[in-house]
């Protein structure tokens, strides 16, 4: 297995612009109570992903700034700043030619905005007038309207034409190294496919039963694996089942590590890195007595309220995985990773990260497992999992692990579930999830998980 460890740091944001990141943290003038347009609150967005201390889009869900937008626009704001990540190598290339030199960063993005909504159909007119107004209200670079005027036509004239010439955007040199090194090159072109069609809405139902009801109730696709497969962008709080708590949102590769742990009523279960909790609801779905532990009480919060609307009981504990005592028959073990399987869903990821926080990673997960298996009681079993790509992540952990413990083996028959790919079934035995499984289906997370016994 290659080694993520032998990958260079990036250093900075390449796609950011340096000199002018004062300008990117406030890119205009507003008083307190002024509410942002959704594309205001998309370029902000953009401008903190790209800035020179980059933030993911999920750590600016809460920012007053944008929750000051009604919950419609806010959801607009989001989706104009995740399809513009999405798309920017794309947005870039188209901005090569008329940009003869790259302006501060408030203004590139506001043309990386107008980009994507003129290469997807926009209306010119609207989004062109918008983004000039947008321009000219920015502190200091208001001069500069002329020049976003003069781009926005241009490429409103080269239009979605040019726009679907170009390639799918590509990871960034630090993810690509080494996920070409494990699955090659033509695999991440399938991988950089699935992440530019961007992934649809799963749901997880209560009662696993229920799937085919409420697959048909919802108007969506049963998944071989018995996921509900709902088109993107519908509003999940006005969805038949969502106040009763019938389902979840849950991708369904990240349902699968629950299923295969298997949990039985009255068994011990904890799950060790909990939160916001869809492991858990399945796994408190199937009656056991189940423990959810989390290091982030903020975090732990959205899990309770998921108790709380799906009506679902579990010991709910604020604490760090490594200290934590007991013997369960049954441990979860979803630990913290890269989370570069979820890219499809936040593209913001490999532009906003650089991989220098994979080395660390890597020693955490390591030392978590070792923790995990102390804590299964005799003939306990134990689920693996991270929503990485990286080997590093995954199959190299129980690799070791099975070399440090004689007595610990994999369980493949726990693999032996409807809806499973043989060919996802890995050498020692885990299962390995990429975005471009299913393609004809609209793709999955990508994800690693394997079932460990101790004698
Ligand atoms: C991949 S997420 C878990 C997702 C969750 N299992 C689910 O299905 O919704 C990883 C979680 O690990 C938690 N975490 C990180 N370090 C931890 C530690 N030392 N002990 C316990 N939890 C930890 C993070 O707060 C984060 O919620």
């Not at 959205?302 to 010991?315: C, D, F, P, S, V």
Request: a negative charge; glycine letters at 10%; one cysteine or more.
């Amino acid at each position: 297995m290659p080694s993520h460890r032998s990958t260079p740091p990036r250093k900075g944001n390449p796609r950011g612009n340096r000199p002018n990141s004062d300008a990117a943290a406030a890119p205009r003038r507003e008083t307190p109570q002024r509410i942002p347009s959704a594309r205001e609150a998309a370029v902000r967005m953009l401008n903190e992903v790209l800035g020179d201390e980059p933030r993911l889009l999920s750590d600016l869900r809460e920012a007053p700034w944008l929750s000051r937008l009604d919950p419609p626009e806010r959801a607009r704001a989001l989706r104009l700043a995740t399809e513009t990540l999405r798309w920017l190598e794309r947005c870039d290339r188209m901005l090569a030619k008329p940009l003869q030199k790259q302006p501060p960063l408030p203004v590139l993005n506001i043309l990386r905005l107008g980009t994507y909504e003129l290469g997807t159909g926009g209306a010119a007119h609207g989004v062109v007038n918008d983004l000039v107004q947008m321009t000219n209200n920015l502190p200091q670079l208001g001069h500069l309207k002329g020049l976003v005027n003069a781009v926005l036509r241009k490429i409103s004239d080269a239009g979605e034409e040019q726009w679907n010439k170009l390639r799918n955007p590509r990871l960034p040199d630090w993810l690509r190294g080494p996920l070409v090194e494990a699955y090659g090159a033509e695999r991440l072109l399938a991988f950089e496919a699935a992440h530019a069609a961007g992934a649809a809405l799963d749901l997880t139902p209560r009662d696993p039963a229920s799937a085919p009801e409420w697959a048909e109730k919802l108007n969506g696709t049963l998944l071989p694996t018995g996921s509900i497969r709902l088109e993107a962008g519908v509003q999940v709080s006005a969805l038949p089942g969502y106040d009763e708590g019938a389902w979840w949102v849950q991708d369904a590769a990240a349902a699968l590590p629950a299923v295969l742990l298997n949990a039985r009523p009255g068994e011990r279960v904890i799950d060790l890195c909990a939160a916001p909790g869809g492991k858990t609801l399945q796994l408190a779905a199937t009656g056991a007595t189940v423990t959810a532990l989390d290091i982030s009480a903020h975090r732990l919060k959205r899990l309770e309220q998921n108790l709380t609307r799906t009506g679902l009981a579990a010991e709910v504990l604020a604490g760090d995985a490594l200290e934590v005592e007991g013997a369960y028959d049954a441990v979860l073990l979803d630990a913290p990773c890269s989370a570069t399987g979820t890219i499809r869903r936040h593209p913001d990821l490999p532009v906003a990260r650089d991989g220098d926080e994979i080395g660390e990673l890597i020693g955490l997960q390591e030392a978590m497992l070792e923790h995990a298996l102390g804590l299964l009681a005799p003939g306990g079993r134990l689920v693996f999992c991270t929503c990485s790509l990286i080997p590093d992540e995954g199959e190299c952990h129980i690799e070791e692990a099975l070399l440090r413990h004689p007595g610990l083996s994999v369980d493949r028959s726990a693999l032996d579930h409807p809806g499973i790919d043989p060919a996802w079934i890995t050498e020692e035995g885990g299962l390995r999830l990429t975005p471009d499984n299913w393609a004809e289906l609209g793709g999955m997370d990508g994800f690693y998980m394997a079932v460990l016994r101790k004698d």
